[in-house]
C-alpha cells in the first residue's frame, strides 16, 4: 500500500510540474452558456439556443456581419436579452460565422457582484461609466452595473482585451452607427432549445 501511495504521489507531482513548466497558455475569452468569442460559431449559438427572435445584416468596416437577438419566450432563463454578433477579423482572415460578442442583459439579481467574481474572478479594473460601477476583465468580459451597484444589467463578452495600464476605462462596444438592414423575423422553432 506505501509502495502504491508513493507512486500516486509521485505522478501527481509530475504532472504537477508539466503544468507548471508549460507556463502560461494563450489567453482565452470569457464566456457564457458554452458560447466562447473568437472559438464559438453561428452553427454553435444556433444548437445551443436554437433560431433567434430576430436576425440582421449590416456591413461593418467593409465586412458582412449578422447579429442575433433573442429576447421574450427565446432568451435564455434569466435573461432579458441577448444580443450575439458575428464576423471577427483574425490574423488568419475575416471569418463571418466566428462569435464577435456576446452581449447578455440579465433580469435584477440574477448576476450579483459576488456571483461574477465567483464566476470570472477579481477584474483587473473597476472603473465608473455614467454613474455605474464597471467591472473590466483582460479575458474580454466588462460588466456594467445597476445604479444601485448591487446587480449586473449588461454584461459583454468579447476576445480578450489588454487593458492599458491607468488609461481610462474602455466603453462597452456598441452597435455600428451603420444604418442596420431591416430585421428578419424567425419563425418560432418546433423543437425546444435547450
Do not use: H
Request: charged content about 20%.
Amino acid at each position: 500500500m506505501a509502495a502504491w501511495l508513493r507512486r500516486s504521489a509521485l505522478a501527481l507531482c509530475m504532472a504537477i510540474a508539466l503544468v507548471a513548466a508549460a507556463g502560461p497558455g494563450v489567453a482565452r475569452a470569457a464566456g457564457w452558456s458554452t458560447i466562447e468569442p473568437g472559438v464559438s460559431s453561428l452553427e454553435d449559438v444556433r444548437g445551443r439556443f436554437g433560431a433567434p427572435s430576430r436576425e440582421s445584416q449590416r456591413k461593418v468596416e467593409g465586412y458582412d456581419t449578422t447579429e442575433w437577438v433573442y429576447e421574450g419566450a427565446r432568451a435564455p432563463s434569466g435573461i432579458v436579452r441577448m444580443t450575439v454578433e458575428f464576423g471577427l477579423l483574425t490574423p488568419q482572415g475575416y471569418k463571418a460565422n466566428a462569435v464577435r460578442a456576446l452581449r447578455l442583459e440579465p433580469k435584477p439579481l440574477i448576476f450579483g457582484r459576488n456571483t461574477i467574481v465567483d464566476g470570472w474572478g477579481v477584474p483587473e479594473r473597476m472603473a465608473e461609466q455614467g454613474g455605474r460601477d464597471v467591472f473590466l476583465y483582460e479575458s474580454g468580459l466588462i460588466v456594467t452595473f445597476d445604479k444601485d451597484g448591487v446587480s449586473a444589467a449588461n454584461m459583454v463578452f468579447m476576445v480578450p482585451q489588454k487593458l492599458a495600464p491607468g488609461g481610462a476605462a474602455p466603453a462597452a462596444p456598441r452597435p455600428p452607427a451603420a444604418a442596420p438592414a431591416p430585421a428578419t423575423p424567425v419563425p418560432p422553432a418546433s423543437s425546444p432549445r435547450r
